[in-house]
């Protein structure tokens, strides 16, 4: 009997493992997959479907098949679940490369903790704010203390994509902005970390997602790049972009109010920033004139503001060879540079009335 009848015969719900020991002698496929910077390879039959190989992955590395994507390239690109029955063997050649993108159940245990301790860290952050001193008339230290404490506390951009460091130039252009500063000092907004987004891992055929944000500011994800990666979209939109997921720190549905708040925050936006009136950054570097609107059609700035579920920062990073931050790192790096803020903001301020008593005694 042929080993494709053999794996026919299984129960289409098998396992790989268990369609493998009904095969017994027959001979398998060598199917590679990456995932977190390792490449792991699946034995499985020639027959093998994406939604078979799906249930392999997930006996293999603990990931379960619903929160699951696998991305393969060249084509069909990124797959969601439920998975398809096409067999595997249609589709991969020598040039096909196979990411799995999730994270294993020990990866969002130890989000939640990370979490746990940053609301802890944030309650202290608020009883301090109240014992913070006063403004004094040689400088706006009250300023001073709010931009140390509403501002974005981590940037990170995405370390295995092309030129990082123009991706985090162009994130603490946004993060110094003075418009989105007096806004975010007007609406004590406070973001753990500002990053960019993979415009791989946020297309479909029907739209682009352009901004995301997770737990009413814990993250704040824009899409900065080109879908070809070849250059940057245009600043004013990214900072509208910026400007809408701000609004997601109050508001997590696309109602009235969250619409009436955004349109505020844009307005003081372009209000705030005298010193630059919004100007985008220079054009051989970040803009691509291709791309100036988010009103285009298929693109959508997101599906609300969004709670729980799973965040790694460059998630598909395996496929670029560069090892990036996991969750706890993220987490942790954002509540240590928040306290690292709000501490030389305290020791200005303290040197500053120092110096003044002793103008007042001269």
Same mark, same amino acid.
């Given at each position: 009997? @042929?080993?494709? !009848?053999?794996?026919?015969?299984?129960?289409?719900?098998?396992?790989?493992?268990?369609?493998?020991?009904? !095969?017994?002698?027959?001979?398998?496929?060598?199917?590679?997959?990456?995932?977190?910077?390792?490449?792991?390879?699946?034995?499985?039959?020639?027959?093998?479907?994406?939604?078979?190989?799906?249930?392999?992955?997930?006996?293999?590395?603990?990931? !379960?098949?619903?929160?699951?994507?696998?991305?393969?390239?060249?084509?069909?690109?990124?797959?969601?679940?439920?998975?398809?029955?096409?067999?595997?063997?249609?589709?991969?050649?020598?040039?096909?490369?196979?990411?799995?993108?999730?994270?294993?159940?020990?990866?969002?245990?130890?989000?939640?903790?990370?979490?746990?301790?940053?609301?802890?860290?944030?309650?202290?952050?608020?009883?301090?704010?109240?014992?913070?001193?006063?403004?004094?008339?040689?400088?706006?230290?009250?300023?001073?203390?709010?931009?140390?404490?509403?501002?974005?506390?981590?940037?990170?951009?995405?370390?295995?994509?092309?030129?990082?460091?123009?991706?985090?130039?162009?994130?603490?252009?946004?993060?110094?902005?003075?418009?989105?500063?007096?806004?975010?000092?007007?609406?004590?907004?406070?973001?753990?970390?500002?990053?960019?987004?993979?415009?791989?891992?946020?297309?479909?055929? !029907?739209?682009?997602?352009?901004?995301?944000?997770?737990?009413?500011? @814990?993250?704040?994800?824009?899409?900065?790049?080109?879908?070809?990666?070849?250059?940057?979209?245009?600043?004013?939109?990214?900072?509208?972009?910026?400007?809408?997921?701000?609004?997601?720190?109050?508001?997590?549905?696309?109602?009235?109010?969250?619409?009436?708040?955004? =349109?505020?925050?844009?307005?003081?936006?372009?209000?705030?920033?005298?010193?630059?009136?919004?100007?985008?950054?220079?054009?051989?570097?970040?803009?691509?004139?291709?791309?100036?609107?988010?009103?285009?059609?298929?693109?959508?700035?997101?599906? =609300?503001?969004?709670?729980?579920?799973?965040?790694?920062? =460059?998630?598909?990073?395996?496929?670029? =060879?560069?090892?990036?931050?996991?969750?706890?790192?993220?987490?942790?790096?954002?509540?240590?540079?928040?306290?690292?803020?709000?501490?030389?903001?305290?020791?200005?301020?303290?040197?500053?009335?120092?110096?003044?008593?002793?103008?007042?005694?001269?």
């Amino acid at each position: 009997m @042929e080993p494709a !009848e053999d794996v026919n015969e299984s129960n289409p719900g098998d396992s790989i493992t268990d369609q493998i020991n009904h !095969e017994e002698d027959g001979p398998l496929m060598e199917i590679h997959v990456y995932f977190h910077s390792k490449q792991f390879t699946v034995q499985a039959p020639p027959n093998i479907t994406i939604s078979q190989l799906s249930s392999s992955l997930a006996e293999m590395l603990s990931i !379960e098949p619903q929160k699951q994507k696998i991305m393969i390239t060249p084509k069909p690109g990124i797959l969601k679940p439920p998975f398809p029955n096409t067999q595997v063997s249609a589709i991969y050649t020598p040039k096909t490369k196979i990411t799995l993108l999730g994270s294993t159940e020990k990866e969002i245990s130890d989000l939640n903790n990370s979490i746990t301790k940053v609301r802890v860290r944030s309650g202290n952050r608020l009883a301090a704010e109240r014992a913070a001193p006063k403004a004094t008339k040689h400088r706006d230290w009250k300023k001073i203390q709010e931009e140390s404490t509403y501002t974005f506390h981590s940037i990170r951009p995405l370390p295995y994509l092309p030129n990082p460091e123009r991706s985090h130039r162009f994130l603490e252009r946004l993060a110094g902005d003075p418009g989105i500063k007096a806004a975010m000092r007007a609406h004590q907004f406070s973001v753990g970390l500002l990053t960019e987004m993979n415009p791989a891992e946020h297309t479909t055929q !029907e739209s682009r997602t352009l901004g995301l944000n997770r737990n009413r500011g @814990e993250v704040i994800e824009l899409r900065l790049r080109t879908d070809r990666y070849d250059g940057y979209r245009d600043y004013k939109v990214i900072r509208k972009t910026l400007c809408h997921e701000l609004a997601h720190n109050v508001f997590g549905e696309h109602d009235r109010n969250f619409w009436d708040l955004t =349109g505020q925050i844009e307005k003081e936006v372009e209000k705030g920033d005298w010193q630059h009136g919004g100007h985008k950054l220079s054009e051989d570097e970040f803009y691509n004139p291709g791309d100036d609107s988010y009103t285009d059609g298929g693109q959508h700035l997101d599906a =609300g503001g969004w709670t729980g579920g799973e965040f790694v920062l =460059g998630s598909d990073q395996v496929s670029h =060879g560069s090892e990036g931050l996991t969750r706890r790192e993220i987490l942790a790096k954002a509540a240590m540079d928040r306290a690292e803020k709000q501490k030389n903001a305290q020791k200005e301020i303290n040197e500053s009335q120092g110096n003044d008593k002793v103008l007042d005694k001269q």
